[in-house]
């Protein structure tokens, strides 16, 4: 592998609060290069806090601090507002979970569209902006792009605005992608689609994907290396396909307590949460 | 125990009429465990809704112990069936103690010896007692769920309506729930109405189940069958698929999925 795209090491999200020091992410270092790499865990685990510290969306009174944290030599700790602007969309991107809360009400799906891709690359006309969201919405398999084009969000359904966010996120070609739980407000059958999109989309782009969720299973199935993430800690990381050969007993229960269509298990299997995992 | 024919659900008239649930027909033995499975949009909750008076019921019958349900539901109805809803941080009074949401069903049907039943009902679904003056804010998704459970066992119903009750709680929360309902109907003899998105938790919970889509009923089928794979219906199928996770080597077109 050559050098890595992204570096973290030892990662800290703190929030000051009225109550007290909460620390969500608690020295999480991983290297990831051109590949799909799945965080997973619960909820609380501070693997969506992970991803937004990387993108420098933290939500105040967060304090981010880390040994390394950069994106392809660039410190993103000390960078200033001004490139972490250019890179925030322009080479790392973020698909966040619910079409409906993310997308902008008041707009079309295709203005929305225009209007990422011309904050980044600022010497496009109207019109090539205009073909290249047209495009974009094309790749993300709409059947119709001219009519989703003119759409407002809340006249698409689910899978549709996802698509359509995944659209406005690719459309200027960024070297990672971050997925927040981008299938957790859809439905089964829709997801599979908007995955099969996304998986099309990033082997054909060669971008680096970092992909969030809770659903073991689903990140197993999807990408290539695993961090499991427990109390703020990556509690560990493994290949994939080895999933199956997981040693941490949190990862083992995690994949245990669900219930699957193949065999009948009763009563399920439940986790006894060891406190010295958290450490 | 139950039994709905040809239930119809519309909202609305003329060009924004929404025909959400459309002539579904089946039937739940006493003690058995009834699944409903579907998308989103596909009616499963508004039959819930429908059977316990959330929801208008614009043709066909609902029977409860082989008698038509009255409109307005009466006492006696919400002695029998109970429901339990999908969010528990949306379904318990934010400024009601357990203490409170749990005494209320008891005050509306003039029960007495509350202190007893409410103590009992926290043990059942595996609470202590210590619980019983919290706030929601004080529990986690977990025990919320158990208490939006308890509240409604506290009747002593014979039917229990679930509506997605485990979409909103992480995997091992979840595990922890269905234990529960599991044993729970062991223990009391209740029938169960199971709405979920989840195959894998439907065939975990109950021995039959009707696919839904778009407000019809696709399919009757069992959760052996749905185990070993076996669909006559390709929605089915395709569901049973989206279930086992995503696969790279899958080459079919989602225009099944299209509505």
């Given at each position: 592998m050559t050098k890595p795209l992204l570096e973290v090491e030892d990662l800290r999200v703190r929030f000051h609060l009225r109550t007290g020091t909460v620390e969500a992410v608690r020295g999480v270092s991983f290297q990831l290069g051109r590949e799909r790499l799945g965080i997973v865990g619960e909820s609380g685990s501070g693997k969506s806090q992970t991803g937004r510290a990387i993108l420098g969306l933290t939500p105040p009174p967060g304090e981010v601090t880390a040994k390394r944290l950069t994106f392809d030599g660039i410190d993103l700790l000390t960078a200033s507002t001004k490139t972490l602007r250019q890179l925030r969309g322009g080479r790392i991107s973020m698909v966040m979970q619910d079409p409906k809360y993310?997308?902008?009400?008041?707009?079309?799906?295709?203005?929305?569209?225009?209007?990422?891709?011309?904050?980044?690359?600022?010497?496009?006309?109207?019109?090539?902006?205009r073909d290249r969201a047209l495009a974009m919405l094309e790749a993300v398999k709409m059947r119709d792009p001219g009519r989703v084009f003119a759409l407002y969000p809340h006249e698409v359904s689910g899978g549709m605005g996802q698509r359509a966010m995944i659209a406005m996120m690719l459309v200027t070609e960024p070297d990672l992608l971050i997925a927040d739980e981008p299938t957790s407000a859809l439905d089964v059958t829709v997801s599979m689609e908007v995955l099969r999109i996304l998986d099309e989309l990033v082997a054909e782009r060669g971008m680096s994907l970092i992909f969030i969720s809770h659903d073991l299973k689903l990140v197993s199935s999807f990408c290539d290396r695993v961090l499991v993430m427990y109390a703020g800690r990556v509690v560990e990381e493994l290949e994939a396909k080895h999933l199956r050969e997981a040693k941490h007993p949190y990862t083992q229960g995690l994949m245990r307590c669900l219930p699957t269509l193949a065999d009948d298990v009763r009563p399920l299997p439940t986790l006894n949460r060891d406190p010295a995992w958290a450490r | 125990?139950?039994?709905?024919?040809?239930?119809?659900?519309?909202?609305?008239?003329?060009?924004?009429?929404?025909?959400?649930?459309?002539?579904?027909?089946?039937?739940?033995?006493?003690?058995?465990?009834?699944?409903?499975?579907?998308?989103?949009?596909?009616?499963?909750?508004?039959?819930?809704?429908?059977?316990?008076?959330?929801?208008?019921?614009?043709?066909?019958?609902?029977?409860?112990?082989?008698?038509?349900v009255k409109d307005p539901r009466d006492k006696a109805f919400y002695r029998t069936v109970q429901m339990v809803f999908q969010d528990p941080y949306a379904s318990l009074h934010p400024r009601h103690t357990v203490d409170r949401t749990l005494s209320e069903p008891l005050a509306i049907h003039g029960e007495k010896d509350v202190e007893a039943r409410i103590l009992q009902a926290l043990r059942e679904v595996g609470l202590g007692p210590s619980f019983r003056f919290r706030y929601p804010h004080q529990l986690s998704g977990g025990q919320r769920q158990r208490i939006a459970i308890a509240r409604a066992l506290i009747l002593r119903p014979k039917v229990l309506l679930l509506d997605e009750p485990t979409s909103a709680l992480d995997a091992s929360v979840q595990a922890e729930i269905l234990n529960l309902l599991d044993e729970l109907r062991r223990k009391?003899?209740?029938?169960?109405?199971?709405?979920?998105?989840?195959?894998?938790?439907?065939?975990?919970?109950?021995?039959?189940?009707?696919?839904?889509?778009?407000?019809?009923?696709?399919?009757?089928?069992?959760?052996?069958?749905?185990r070993s794979g076996k669909a006559s219906n390709a929605y089915t199928q395709e569901l049973i698929e989206a279930s086992r996770g995503f696969s790279r080597d899958e080459t079919k077109a989602a225009s099944a999925t299209a509505p």
């Open positions: 993310s997308l902008n009400p008041v707009m079309t799906i295709g203005e929305q569209i225009i209007e990422a891709y011309q904050a980044h690359d600022k010497s496009a006309n109207r019109k090539e902006a | 125990m139950l039994d709905i024919q040809k239930l119809k659900v519309v909202y609305g008239t003329g060009r924004l009429r929404v025909d959400a649930v459309k002539d579904v027909s089946f039937h739940v033995g006493a003690g058995e465990s009834y699944g409903l499975v579907g998308e989103s949009g596909s009616g499963k909750s508004t039959v819930l809704r429908a059977i316990c008076g959330l929801a208008p019921i614009s043709g066909g019958r609902v029977l409860v112990d082989g008698k038509e009391m003899g209740l029938t169960y109405i199971l709405v979920s998105h989840d195959l894998a938790v439907v065939a975990h919970l109950c021995d039959r189940l009707l696919v839904m889509r778009h407000g019809e009923g696709v399919e009757e089928t069992t959760a052996a069958s749905l």
